[in-house]
């Protein structure tokens, strides 16, 4: 079964602070690894997608990795600003738009 | 990029009435797809508008419920109909920009059924 589990759940750190996000994925086929950012009320806006090919890519203060073998996505937050604050959605793609395996998130708090 | 704007933000309904959301983009794209989220919950897939044709459901979802227009490719409309309590979500439209992985998606109208 195609699955996305993220960790934590839930995480709060000071402004200034980094943190890392966890997420493993057992979905295949797969194409492509997805992080987006979605604010209290908005829709998910996209951070960075990576292909079965790239093993890191960065936008701005986040950098995502990916472990192709170990099935395994990291985000890392730098110097996390207030703004920061809001869930993070890791999304695999097993090839197609109804093929999006959503994983249930990490709400970030970040308090100054 | 794409632009996309939903109506309403937001709506509180009584059960049993139906409620209509439009999405609007701001130029033309092939695909547009409705997603609902449940509180607490992450992002299910309920339907592909496809334009000039019926709408193509995922399991668990049906045209009865959740019908589905797309008149051009910019615009489509979700209708929540016979609304109950379990129907309050956060319905969100989405495109996707032809020949990019990348996926838009619309703010969202926060859906509360009494």
């Known amino acids: 079964k195609n699955q996305v589990e993220q960790s934590p759940q839930s995480l709060i750190i000071l402004e200034g602070k980094n943190c890392t996000l966890q997420?493993?994925?057992?979905?295949?086929?797969?194409?492509?690894l997805r992080w987006y950012k979605q604010d209290t009320g908005r829709g998910p806006v996209s951070l960075t997608i990576?292909?079965?090919?790239?093993n890191t890519k960065s936008n701005g203060r986040y950098t995502a990795t990916l472990d192709a073998d170990t099935k395994q996505s990291s985000l890392h937050i730098t110097a996390s600003q207030l703004s920061d604050s809001a869930s993070y959605i890791c999304?695999?793609?097993?090839?197609?738009?109804?093929?999006?395996?959503f994983g249930a998130g990490t709400r970030l708090a970040v308090h100054p | 990029s794409a632009v996309i704007s939903q109506k309403p933000s937001r709506d509180i309904c009584q059960r049993g009435t139906s409620l209509t959301i439009q999405c609007q983009v701001d130029?033309?794209?092939?695909?547009m797809f409705w997603y609902r989220q449940q509180p607490g919950q992450s992002l299910t897939l309920i339907a592909t508008?496809?334009?000039?044709?019926?709408?193509?459901?995922e399991s668990g979802f049906v045209i009865d419920k959740f019908p589905i227009s797309r008149p051009n490719l910019t615009f489509s409309t979700l209708t929540v109909s016979n609304m109950s309590p379990e129907d309050s979500s956060i319905y969100l439209c989405?495109?996707?920009?032809?020949?990019?992985?990348?996926?838009?998606f619309g703010p969202g109208t926060r859906l509360t059924v009494t």
């Open positions: 130029s033309q794209v092939t695909m």
């Open positions: 999304v695999v793609s097993a090839g197609g738009y109804n093929k999006l395996i």
């Open positions: 990576m292909t079965f090919s790239e």
């Open positions: 508008a496809n334009q000039g044709s019926e709408a193509t459901y």
């Open positions: 997420c493993n994925y057992t979905v295949s086929p797969f194409s492509n």
């Open positions: 989405s495109v996707e920009v032809e020949g990019m992985y990348e996926q838009y």
